[in-house]
Structures are given as C-alpha cells and as structure tokens.
C-alpha cells in the first residue's frame, strides 16, 4: 500500500511538473515575406547564442516549409522564455543550404530576425536578438532578400 502511495505521488508531482512547464511555455510565431516569383523552400533555424549564429549547423531548433509567393508562416513551440534570434534563408535549389558566391556573398534569399542586414558583415546574435516572454505567442516578421 505504502508503494502505491508513493508511485501515485511521484506520478502527481511528474504531472505537476508537466503543467507548470506548459503554463509558461512559449510559442514564436514566424512569418516571412520576400520575392513574389520565387520557389523553393523556406529554411529558419533558431539560436539562444551566438556560437553558431547566423550560419550555425547545430541550431537549438530548425524548421523548413515550401515558399509561397504570399509568405510562409512557421511557429517554434514550447520554447522557455529567454533570448533567441533567428537566421533564415530561401532556399531556391533545394541543396539544404544558403549558397554564397565571391567573398561568401549570398547567392540566395536571406534574413535574420529583427531584419538587420549590416553591409560588409553577416548580423551578429546580439543584433537580431529578440526577447520571448514566458506563456506568450510572439509574432515576428522576416523579410527575405539577397
């Protein structure tokens, strides 16, 4: 009886556990715009440091979707509250990567969250950071562009 007892409480704590974490879970909602006469495929990834951003092969999470002339929308869920950014980029020739050309300069659509686009650099993590509250859905806009 004292086992069951103690299995029953265990299994209440898990549950409890289980439910406070979806309670303050977090969704980040992402919609990209760009060119109206590509195709391909949309590919984001999404950091919470800047170790691998923006060109990271280890993302925290990663989501791909085809492209649509009227943007695409993708969501990361049950994410905890803190700091991400966000790299993303069109991919037009389906080869599952952002293709660079001279002085690794894009051949392809890109865009890091906070649409930053430093001219002779690719965007830092700090500069796209973006700060996802806990129990929210943020809804963030990326533009796609060479």
């Known amino acids: 009886m004292q086992f069951l007892r103690t ?14 974490a979806r309670l303050t879970a977090s969704d980040l909602t992402v919609r990209w715009t760009g060119p109206s006469e590509a195709t391909g ?4 990834s999404l950091h919470s440091d ?3 951003f923006p060109d990271g092969v280890r993302p925290l999470r990663a989501l791909h979707g085809p492209w649509s002339p ?5 969501v990361f869920t049950n994410l905890p509250a ?3 950014s966000v790299a993303s980029f069109l991919d037009r020739n389906g080869n599952g990567r952002l293709d660079k050309g001279v002085f690794g300069i894009p051949k392809e ?13 690719a965007p830092r993590f700090e500069e796209s950071a973006l700060e996802l509250p ?3 859905n943020l ?6 562009a060479r």
Do not use: K, Q
């Open 82 to 84: 803190g700091r991400y």
């Open 134 to 136: 806990p129990a929210t």
């Open 70 to 74: 009227d943007g695409v929308t993708l």
């Open 41 to 44: 495929t949309v590919h984001g």
């Open 50 to 52: 800047g170790s691998e």
């Open 109 to 121: 659509e890109w865009g890091v969250s906070g649409n930053r686009r430093p001219a002779l650099r």
């Open 7 to 20: 299995f029953l409480m265990a299994a209440w704590v898990v549950a409890e556990c289980a439910n406070e």
């Open 139 to 144: 809804v963030i806009e990326i533009h796609l």
